[in-house]
Nanobody, 123 residues
């Protein structure tokens, strides 16, 4: 199995930027597709972005397309989420997830999850 730990969350004003990191340890990192999800209070856990094992393909939710960028450094066992032009509606706990099945935009497609990191965007 793999363990994932998120970092980089915080408080930022609307229009600002943050970069989240997700460090993985355990089994070989390159066997996992990686994704970011987010969950606002009282809402479901929503897909944000995903990246294939080799980093060759990325996918985004429509709500973040053009503002967020997912990337990975397999030499460092780390995946990143660069978030620009942040909006108050981006406020949520952001979760990193790892999965061995086909790339998915659904939480059920991922096997391992971090504890989450809070992102708060003030207006």
């Amino acid at each position: 199995q793999v363990q994932v730990v998120e970092s980089g969350g915080g408080l930022v004003q609307a229009g600002g930027s943050l970069r989240l990191s997700c460090a993985a340890s355990g089994r070989t990192f390159t066997i996992y597709h990686m994704a970011w999800f987010r969950q606002a209070p009282g809402k479901d856990r929503d897909f944000v972005a995903a990246i294939t094992r080799d980093g060759g393909r990325t996918y985004y939710a429509d709500s973040v397309k053009g503002r967020f960028t997912i990337s990975r450094d397999n030499a460092k066992n780390t995946v990143y989420l660069q978030m620009n032009s942040l909006k108050p509606e981006d406020t949520a706990v952001y979760y990193c997830a790892a999965g061995v099945s086909a790339l998915s935009d659904h939480p059920a497609g991922y096997d391992y999850w971090g504890q989450g990191t809070q992102v708060t965007v003030s207006s």
